[in-house]
């Protein structure tokens, strides 16, 4: 099936230095959602973004809604060990058309 | 624990077997979704409920799986004749609306 593509697929970071990854798709979604992924356990939903060009945080979490509705980004500030995992965006195409579209993911490691 | 609960939370099968999972969703959410995950990749949807009704299914969920949500609350994936192939995370997530709320999955491994 189709997935999005994330980049960077994954990522070595030292504890405290900001994150960023990015979701990009070839086809148009009206919604779009970031999901965090520990090992054996299943997507834990981290934000969402309901409007082109919308940007919302969590936290130290900030998400953005591309413009053209085919992308979004990811950033994570100040990170700690705890944000570790794999990180995976979403699409939902419209109501009516509930399923997900998810992306390949983004592993990220933090060195402490 | 009021979130969405999938049991059994692994699974060690014989191929050839059948198996049957269980979700039971958030309460108060009337969609119900199943998705399916391999190693290294995203969930991938296989097929959607709202309240009873199978409203969609992925060309991923051939004719040996079956879903069900006979009540409107609870849902079964089964799989008849398990392959190898099969082995996966299966991901049960239910919703309101658009935010969906994921189980902690069942692992299958079918030997």
């Known amino acids: 099936g189709q997935q999005l593509n994330q980049s960077p697929q994954s990522m070595f970071i030292l504890e405290g230095e900001d994150v960023s990854m990015n979701c990009t798709s070839s086809?148009?979604?009206?919604?779009w959602l970031w999901y965090k992924q520990d090992p054996g356990e299943g997507p834990v939903l981290l934000i969402a973004?309901?409007?082109?060009?919308e940007l919302t945080s969590n936290g130290r979490l900030t998400a953005q809604f591309g413009i053209t509705r085919k992308d979004s980004f990811l950033n994570i500030s100040a990170s700690i060990p705890s944000d570790v995992g794999i990180y995976f965006c979403?699409?939902?195409?419209?109501?009516?058309?509930?399923?997900?579209?998810f992306g390949t993911g983004t592993r990220l490691t933090i060195i402490p | 624990d009021t979130g969405v609960s999938q049991n059994p939370r692994h699974k060690i099968t014989k191929r050839g077997q059948n198996v049957t999972f269980r979700c039971d969703p958030i309460?108060?959410?009337?969609?119900l979704y199943w998705y399916r995950q391999t190693l290294g990749q995203g969930p991938e949807f296989l097929t959607y409920?709202?309240?009873?009704?199978?409203?969609?299914k992925s060309r991923l969920l051939s004719d040996r799986f079956s879903a069900e949500r006979p009540k409107g609350s609870f849902s079964t994936l089964e799989i008849q004749r398990t392959e190898q192939g099969d082995s996966a995370m299966y991901l049960c997530?239910?919703?309101?609306?658009?935010?969906?709320?994921f189980g902690q999955g069942t692992r299958l491994t079918v030997v």
């Open positions: 409920f709202q309240n009873e009704a199978q409203l969609e």
């Open positions: 973004l309901y409007k082109a060009g």
């Open positions: 979403a699409g939902q195409l419209n109501s009516g058309n509930e399923k997900l579209t």
């Open positions: 086809s148009i979604f009206n919604t």
């Open positions: 309460s108060e959410h009337n969609r």
């Open positions: 997530a239910s919703s309101l609306s658009v935010e969906a709320f």
